[in-house]
């Protein structure tokens, strides 16, 4: 599923571009998995996932387990103060084995558990779950204000495993290239700032001109992306791809935040 997944999200993209008429190629090489000429330049969009252990995924985990030994498979979740991004792997397996022993007996009916641990450097609270196991409709309550930190932990999830990821950085020092990375598997991701948070996440040696966080859900092809231009890339070829993508609805966000992006911030080094 997860492949599945990671393919239905590229594919997307490239319907887009294609509806709105914007010319390009699937790349069967090594590089970015969308090529697109623009004159004399061009340039890739790779698209990716971050798909962390999140409240969701557990959530099925136990209702499967439930459904095994023949009991009711309503499970409720509640979060506060912001869901977890990813769930600790520790705090995971104590769940699993309180809802599900390992020995077969009876599990708890109900837990209250630290998911993610704060960090206050970032001003990240810690993400309280609570699951209960009931005899009543299922549901999940979580909920994330504007600007919220839960924001600012996804994007630092994005930028450790996704745009700093070795083969990621292979691919970004081939040609310029806008990344688009789905989020859609994390708990409630909120985009609302992502331009904002992501800013100061950009580091000098950082290739990819752009990267964009994107959400769909299963049912639809519709797409939402929230980009951040690298501060650090080249303007000439920012606005070379802005006016290339411009056409296709979902990338008019690249132009809206291009300006704010590319204040002063400095040369970029040279290695």
């Known amino acids: 599923m997860e492949l599945f997944l990671t393919h239905r999200a590229e594919l997307t993209v490239a319907s887009h571009l294609a509806a709105s008429g914007v010319p390009f190629r699937f790349n069967g090489a090594e590089g970015p998995d969308l090529l697109l000429d623009a004159g004399a330049t061009r340039f890739g969009i790779e698209v990716s996932s971050r798909r962390p252990k999140s409240l969701d995924s557990l959530t099925r985990e136990l209702r499967a387990g439930l459904q ?4 009711a498979a309503v499970v409720t979740t509640s979060t506060d103060p912001i869901p977890p991004v990813a769930i600790r792997d520790k705090a995971r397996r104590e769940i699993i084995e309180a809802f599900l022993p390992s020995d077969g007996g009876p599990g708890i009916t109900s837990m209250r558990v630290e998911a993610a641990p704060a960090r206050p450097e970032d ?7 609570t699951i209960r196991v009931t005899p009543n409709e299922s549901h999940s309550t979580m909920a994330a204000p504007y600007n919220s ?10 930028a450790r495993n996704v745009l ?4 990621k950085v292979r691919q ?8 688009v990375v789905d989020v859609s ?3 409630l991701p909120d985009l609302r700032c992502w331009a904002d948070v992501f800013l100061p996440m950009w580091e000098p040696t950082d290739e990819f001109v ?5 959400t769909m859900t299963r049912l639809s092809r519709e797409l939402k992306l929230s980009f951040s231009v690298n501060p650090y890339a080249d ?9 290339t993508v411009r056409p296709c609805a979902p990338f008019a966000g690249l132009s809206r935040c291009n300006e704010s992006a590319h204040q002063p911030q400095g040369p970029r080094p040279e290695f």
């Not at 001003?123 to 779950?129: C, E, F, L, N, T």
């Not at 303007?235 to 791809?241: E, N, P, S, T, Y």
């Open 68 to 71: 095994s030994r023949g009991m």
């Open 149 to 158: 930190p839960h924001t600012i932990a996804t994007a630092q999830e994005v």
């Open 210 to 214: 752009a990267l964009a966080a994107m």
């Open 172 to 179: 970004s020092k081939l040609m310029p290239t806008v990344l």
């Open 235 to 243: 303007l000439d070829v920012v606005q070379v791809i802005m006016e």
């Open 123 to 129: 001003g990240i609270p810690a993400a309280w779950v």
């Open 164 to 167: 700093r990821e070795k083969r």
């Open 185 to 187: 598997g994390t708990d």
